[in-house]
């Protein structure tokens, strides 16, 4: 087998991974990636010591069949008491490091892949484009940006969702960031008194608020959306051994054909039942409306609260969301994404206690402020930017913290993209993305699977409408490297 992968991000190191702990006939694979983050992706390329991954070691493996293979890597390189977040009792540690893991995994699956008799390259530009070799045998030739041309008999669409898009048109407008990581490099040119505003709420956001806090920024930073709504702060783990929150009823639900949401709520109240804890309660935390400084405040003093219910559905949302979303009934799922977007995102990628705290310092100073109710952005003659939402105010710099939402193709793949779905490869999703076999992960035309194209990560149709989890592309990465050898 000739393999090319598209993409050198966090789902490609989990499938060479994969791939090196598989038997099979030995082939040959290229990786393709026009950046200079290979194997790091946005997130997680060398950048301020304060700029921590947003969950603890035990849930970023990338190696599905070994949840703590990451946990071990960190511990035989790394000083990880130095990282501890207090109130959350485990270690955080930089972006920048995780980021290194990523990099050496990858380059320690490449050499038992070449001992194992394959062959391996990794070309640094994009793939732009292909086109078939023959009508039947399903062989195909990649193009690149460069000029290049790779047969492949199978190809891999890893390419994760790319970077922020610009709504406001500032691209170009001196002050405005629309990728701001790494931060230490976006950061480094903004006066300490700027008034800074950044689009959006959510984990990027904060990251660029500690960030501009440890690098002793003194002006204001204003955070900008429609809704003005901060992430849940996680809480300290605890032991879960879930009874009915499990993959297997997960997978009995999705045998009937479709699933029904009430379903899943009563797997969630057994559960509370079965550990004596009311459900209730647990419903009204999840559906509350108020204040965000309030809640952000209240969730603080509750790090250590025993009830489970908030752990057991962030563990919900990622182990059983990819076994029951593709199967849920599509009324539920337009609400899903429609009106709990924000809730469950928020659920499934909480604020860690350490970055929770320096927000809410940030917050009762008056520094750091929420602002709701944007409008738009105009880049100003001359320099700054004039903000409109339930006021009109001046702000010297602007960072783009919105990132794009599940099923988005990155910009650097759409002329790919775009031929695949010009020459009958692939297929749009109603719902986004390109539709794909399940388990296979391979694209699918008219309910026909392509010979050649499979997809990892957020560009598959059936994948959840929030950011793929590392486990969670692990997961992904193994059952396809399954496979593609078989």
């Known amino acids: 087998m000739d393999l090319g992968i598209i993409g050198a991000g966090a789902a490609a190191v989990g499938l060479l991974d994969a791939l090196a702990a598989t038997e099979g006939t030995p082939g040959s694979i290229t990786v393709f990636d026009g950046s200079s983050a290979v194997w790091r992706g946005r997130p997680y390329q060398p950048d301020l010591e304060a700029v921590r991954v947003n969950a603890p070691p035990a849930l970023m493996s990338v190696r599905a069949t070994d949840r703590a293979h990451y946990e071990?890597?960190?511990?035989?390189?790394?000083?990880?008491?130095?990282?501890?977040?207090?109130?959350?009792?485990?270690?955080?540690?930089?972006?920048?490091?995780?980021?290194?893991?990523?990099?050496?995994?990858?380059?320690?699956?490449?050499?038992?892949?070449?001992?194992?008799?394959?062959?391996?390259?990794?070309?640094?530009?994009?793939?732009?484009?292909?086109?078939?070799r023959g009508a039947s045998d399903g062989r195909a030739v990649l193009h690149t940006a460069n000029g290049g041309n790779h047969p492949v008999d199978r190809a891999v669409?890893?390419?994760?969702?790319?970077?922020?898009?610009?709504?406001?048109g500032l691209t170009g407008a001196p002050g405005y960031v629309n990728e701001p990581y790494p931060l230490a490099e976006t950061i480094a040119g903004i006066p300490a008194d700027a008034r800074v505003a950044v689009v959006g709420s959510g984990l990027t956001a904060v990251d660029i608020a500690v960030a501009l806090t440890t690098n002793n920024h003194t002006g204001p930073i204003s955070l900008l959306s429609r809704s003005g709504v901060l992430p849940f702060v996680q809480q300290r783990p605890l032991p879960l051994a879930p009874q009915h929150l499990t993959p297997a009823n997960g997978l009995r639900l999705a045998a009937a054909g479709v699933v029904h949401f009430h379903q899943l709520v009563e797997l969630m109240r057994?559960?509370?039942?079965?550990?004596?804890?009311?459900?209730?309660?647990?419903?009204?935390?999840?559906?509350?409306?108020?204040?965000?400084v309030t809640?952000?405040?209240?969730?603080?003093?509750?790090?250590?609260?025993?009830?489970?219910?908030?752990?057991?559905?962030?563990?919900?949302?990622?182990?059983?969301?990819?076994?029951?979303w593709p199967l849920l009934a599509e009324q539920d799922r337009s609400i899903l994404r429609s009106e709990y977007f924000r809730t469950i995102s928020s659920l499934s990628s909480p604020m860690v206690p350490r970055n929770a705290k320096i927000v809410l310092r940030l917050l009762d100073s008056?520094?750091?402020?929420?602002?709701?109710?944007?409008?738009k952005i105009e880049a100003r003659p001359g320099a700054g930017f004039t903000v409109h939402d339930d006021a009109e105010w001046h702000a010297d710099a602007v960072f783009n913290a919105v990132n794009p939402p599940a099923y988005t193709t990155p910009q650097e793949t759409e002329p790919l993209v775009s031929a695949l779905l010009a020459s009958g490869a692939a297929e749009s999703a109603a719902t986004g993305g390109l539709r794909i076999e399940p388990g296979t992960r391979r694209l699918l035309v008219a309910d026909r699977p392509d010979p050649t194209w499979h997809a990892l990560g957020n560009l598959a149709a059936d994948s959840l409408f929030i950011a793929t989890n590392p486990p969670g592309l692990a997961m992904e990465a193994a059952t396809l490297a399954h496979h593609l050898m078989a």
Do not use: C, K
């Open 72 to 132: 071990r890597w960190l511990q035989d390189r790394h000083e990880v008491a130095r990282y501890l977040d207090e109130g959350l009792g485990q270690p955080l540690v930089p972006r920048s490091v995780y980021g290194e893991y990523l990099e050496q995994t990858a380059q320690t699956a490449i050499g038992r892949l070449r001992r194992n008799g394959w062959q391996v390259s990794v070309v640094n530009s994009r793939v732009v484009g292909f086109s078939r």
């Open 157 to 168: 669409l890893s390419v994760g969702s790319g970077r922020p898009r610009d709504h406001y």
């Open 270 to 292: 057994a559960e509370l039942a079965e550990l004596g804890q009311d459900f209730e309660s647990f419903a009204a935390e999840i559906r509350a409306t108020e204040e965000p």
């Open 295 to 324: 809640r952000l405040r209240r969730q603080l003093t509750e790090l250590d609260n025993p009830h489970q219910g908030r752990r057991l559905l962030t563990m919900a949302i990622r182990v059983l969301g990819p076994i029951v």
């Open 366 to 375: 008056g520094q750091l402020r929420l602002r709701s109710g944007l409008g």
